[in-house]
């Protein structure tokens, strides 16, 4: 069982930068491939950014390439997303998700993948 708490959330203006963070609970966070997903008002959740166990291996969706960076502490079960020169579209509430890992280099984009989620924090950019 894993408990994801995400915190980092709040407001900015275009062009600013946030880092999100996502605390896990348990002594196996280490074997957890990790993810960032986003849902905006009206719309489906989306895929964000995703880690391997290792940290060897990230993906991430293109319209946030070259802009966000996901990363993880093992040590610390952390795992973070900075984001920079954000944009209006980034605007959403922010989740965090778990799934236990297949191997060293494992990465999935689909969030039914994910068994454990976060309660999500707010992400709104403003001009």
């Known amino acids: 069982q894993v408990q994801l708490v995400e915190s980092g959330g709040g407001l900015v203006q275009t062009g600013g930068s946030l880092r999100l963070s996502c605390a896990a609970s348990?002594?196996?966070?280490?074997?957890?491939?990790m993810g960032w997903f986003r849902q905006a008002p009206g719309k489906e959740r989306e895929f964000v950014a995703t880690?391997?166990?290792?940290?060897?291996?990230?993906s991430y969706v293109d319209s946030v390439k070259g802009r966000f960076t996901i990363s993880r502490d093992n040590a610390k079960n952390t795992v973070y997303l900075q984001m920079n020169s954000l944009k209006l579209e980034d605007t959403a509430v922010y989740y965090c998700?778990?799934?236990?890992?297949?191997?060293?280099?494992?990465?999935?984009?689909?969030?039914?993948?994910?068994?454990?989620w976060g309660q999500g924090t707010q992400v709104t950019v403003s001009t």
């Open positions: 998700a778990a799934k236990k890992s297949s191997g060293y280099l494992d990465t999935t984009t689909a969030p039914t993948e994910y068994s454990y």
């Open positions: 348990g002594r196996s966070f280490s074997t957890y491939t």
């Open positions: 880690i391997s166990w290792s940290g060897a291996k990230t």
